[in-house]
C-alpha cells in the first residue's frame, strides 16, 4: 500500500494573506464590464458608472453589511437601540486595459490600486449589449480573463526585479559580509519561472519558509485570493445558462481556480430600482448576499456576537482568532488585562433560549463555557469578557 499523501498545511491565500480586521476586496477587471453598477449596487452608493472607459479614476471605497441571520436573530430577540453588524470593505479600481504594467491608459495607477487591497473581486463580462461598447470591440470573456492576469503578472514581475535588486544591493554594501541565501535564490526564480507563464503565485505548490520570505520581500498582486464575478444578462442569470460559463470554469481551474459566482447587474438594478420605487421586486432573488460573504470568507474573516440590553455587535477578527486578541478588538484593556471568557455557541442560544434573552436553560444544558487565554473562537460566538486593568502599559 502506497503512503498516505501529507495533509495540505493550509490553502496559500489564507497563508500569504494578511493577519488583521481591516482587510479590503478591490473590484477588478476591463472597462465597461459592470465593475462600478456592481460597486454601486453592493454599497448602495451613487458612484460614477458611465459608459466609457476610465471613468473612475480614483478608486472608491466603501463598505457593505455582511448579511447574517444569526445576527438578524439577536437583534430582533434584544431589540437594543444600538446595532453594528460585520462590514466588508469594497474598492471599485478603474479598468484595467491589456498594456496596463507598462503604463497604457490609466494602468500603472490602477495597478498600485491592486496592490493595496487584500482579494479581488475579478468582474467578467458574458453579456452582449450593442448599446456598452467593449475596450476590444467584441465580448470574449476568456480573452479578457487572460488580459488581466497577464497584466498582473507582469506587474508582479516588476516587484519582484525591484526585490531582488534591492536585496543584491544589500549584498554589496556588506562587503562580503553575507551572502544571497539558497532559500532566497530558489524561492525568487520559482517564482520568476511561474510569472513568465502567466501563472498566479498563490496556485504554486510553497513551503512554510517560501511563503514567509515572499510576504517579507516582495508584495506580488498574484497572491491574494481571487473570486470571479461572471456578469450575465438577466435572462441568462434567471435561466442559470450561458455559452462562456463553462469555458470561463474550464480556464479558472487552470489558473489557480477560485470561486466562480454568475451574476447579473441587470438583474440587481432591476431588483434594487423596485425597492426603491416601493414596488415587487422581479422574479429571482439577489446574488449580492452571496458576493459579500464569500468574499468575507475568501479574506479568512469571521466574527462574533456580543448581545445586550443596549448594543448587538459582530466583531471582525481573523478566523483561527485566540481569545484575548478577540476581546482585544473591543479594546486594548480587554486584551491585556484579560482574565477569561463567558462562550456560548450561537446555536445553542437560539436552540435552548426559545427567543428569549435568558442563559438560564443554556447554563443549565452546559453549554454555557468559561474558556481561557488558548480558546479558539469559533464563528458566531456570543461572548462576555472578563477583565483587570491595574496599571499602565509597558513602554516598548
Known amino acids: 500500500m502506497p503512503p498516505k499523501k501529507a495533509a495540505p498545511e493550509t490553502s496559500n491565500v489564507v497563508r500569504f494573506g494578511k493577519v488583521k480586521g481591516n482587510l479590503k476586496m478591490g473590484v477588478v477587471g476591463l472597462p465597461n464590464v459592470g465593475k462600478s453598477s456592481l460597486f454601486n449596487l453592493l454599497t448602495e452608493q451613487a458612484a460614477a458608472a458611465e459608459n466609457y472607459p476610465f471613468c473612475t479614476i480614483n478608486p472608491e471605497e466603501s463598505r457593505c453589511a455582511v448579511p447574517d441571520e444569526r445576527y438578524d436573530y439577536l437583534c430582533n430577540v434584544w431589540t437594543p437601540p444600538s446595532k453594528y453588524p460585520a462590514y466588508l470593505q469594497v474598492t471599485d479600481i478603474a479598468g ?22 487584500d482579494g479581488i473581486y475579478h468582474v467578467v463580462r458574458a453579456f452582449d449589449n450593442d448599446d456598452v461598447i467593449h475596450v476590444d470591440d467584441s465580448v470574449d470573456p476568456i480573452r479578457d480573463l487572460e488580459t488581466i492576469l497577464g497584466e498582473l503578472c507582469l506587474k508582479d514581475m516588476e516587484f519582484l526585479k ?66 470571479y464575478l461572471v456578469n450575465l444578462t438577466a435572462a441568462d442569470y ?56 464569500t468574499g468575507y470568507s475568501a479574506l479568512n474573516l469571521s466574527y462574533y456576537f456580543t ?90
Open 96 to 117: 484595467l486595459i491589456k498594456g496596463a504594467a507598462e503604463g497604457q491608459g490609466l494602468g500603472n495607477a490602477f495597478l498600485s490600486h491592486i496592490q493595496a487591497v
Open 162 to 227: 525591484k526585490a531582488v535588486a534591492a536585496e543584491e544591493m544589500a549584498v554589496k554594501k556588506g562587503g562580503g559580509k553575507y551572502k544571497l541565501s539558497p532559500l532566497f535564490n530558489d524561492t525568487m526564480e520559482k517564482v520568476r519561472k511561474m510569472l513568465s507563464e502567466s501563472i498566479p503565485i498563490a496556485s504554486g505548490e510553497w513551503s512554510n519558509a517560501e511563503v514567509e520570505l515572499i510576504k517579507e520581500k516582495v508584495s506580488l498582486i498574484t497572491t491574494k485570493p481571487v473570486i
Open 307 to 396: 448581545a445586550g440590553e443596549k448594543e448587538v455587535r459582530a466583531w471582525c477578527i481573523p478566523t483561527g482568532c485566540l481569545a484575548p486578541q478577540a476581546a482585544g478588538v473591543i479594546h486594548t484593556d480587554f486584551e491585556r488585562g484579560f482574565i477569561k471568557g463567558e462562550i456560548v455557541a450561537f446555536e445553542d442560544f437560539k436552540a435552548l433560549s426559545q427567543g428569549t434573552k435568558s442563559m438560564a436553560a443554556v447554563k443549565a444544558a452546559g453549554k454555557y463555557r468559561i474558556e481561557g487565554k488558548s480558546y479558539v473562537m469559533q464563528d458566531g460566538d456570543i461572548a462576555h469578557w472578563q477583565f483587570n486593568v491595574t496599571a499602565a502599559p509597558k513602554k516598548k
Open 238 to 293: 434567471l435561466r442559470r445558462k450561458n455559452k462562456w460559463l463553462g469555458k470561463i470554469a474550464a480556464w479558472v481551474a487552470a489558473h489557480g481556480g477560485g470561486p466562480i459566482i454568475p451574476m447579473s447587474v441587470e438583474h440587481e438594478q432591476a431588483i434594487w430600482n423596485a425597492k426603491k420605487a416601493g414596488e415587487a421586486p422581479p422574479e429571482g432573488a439577489s446574488i449580492l448576499p452571496k458576493i459579500i460573504t
